[in-house]
């Protein structure tokens, strides 16, 4: 986990550089499922992370979604809109007309989302170039890909490692050419997965 860390750093490192060289910015977006700043503040020394905080922008005031669970909030974070206008309810909900979602690639299609587009598929449609990996939404079974550069759609247990998809992300900001992204999304499971086994405060949590 500390290895991701300091590759995410290089990478938002990379961004700046990048936004500063360059008269268009690059906007890198991260999720952490279920990193709550409680946990920030419990975890062992975050010096990466204490950079980002002084030199960035943060903020303890994020009003989540309820039910507090991951794929009502991430709908809502990449969508701008409230589950009553997106449509995705909980991780496990039934349809009278499109059935169960939350069962095989369901979970990931973008077709579920009601009246609201994802931030990358705004930006696509205004000519701006994205790049998305990882995160449920980046596809959609009656329209294909949704972004301009995204990892395929994959069942969960098989889906690219962090490792993967950070050095993608990196390397999609090293590139000068004219077609590279000026958003770029990335969705990491942890600490959310670890904690589900050892618990918000456990030693495998906080490392």
């Known amino acids: 986990m500390k290895r991701l ?6 990478l938002l490192v990379s961004a700046g550089a990048a936004a500063a060289a360059a008269p268009e910015r ?4 991260v999720l952490f499922d279920g990193f709550a700043p409680a946990e920030l503040d419990a975890a062992k020394p975050t010096p990466n992370f204490d950079r980002l905080k002084r030199e960035g922008a943060w903020s303890r005031h ?8 991951s794929l009502i909030n991430h709908t809502t974070f990449e969508t701008g809109c409230w589950p009553e206008h997106h449509g995705v309810m909980s991780n496990i909900f ?3 007309k499109r059935g169960k979602f ?4 369901n979970v990931a299609d973008a077709d579920w989302h009601t009246g609201c587009e994802a931030m990358w598929e705004a930006a696509e449609r205004q000519g701006v170039k994205t790049a998305v990996f990882n995160w449920a939404g980046r596809w959609s079974k009656t329209r294909g890909k949704l972004s301009t550069f995204a990892n395929d759609q994959v069942p969960w247990a098989q889906r690219e490692s962090d490792d993967t998809i950070v050095n993608k992300a990196i390397a999609l900001l090293r590139d000068p050419s004219p077609d590279h992204p000026r958003l770029i999304a990335l969705y990491f499971d942890i600490p959310d997965h670890v904690a589900h086994f050892d618990g918000v405060a456990g030693g495998k949590t906080r490392d």
Do not use: K, N
């Open 5 to 10: 860390f300091a590759a995410l750093f290089a």
């Open 26 to 29: 690059t906007v890198v977006v």
């Open 62 to 69: 994020l009003v989540p979604a309820f039910p507090t669970i």
């Open 94 to 96: 039934y349809d009278p």
């Open 102 to 105: 939350g069962e095989g690639d």
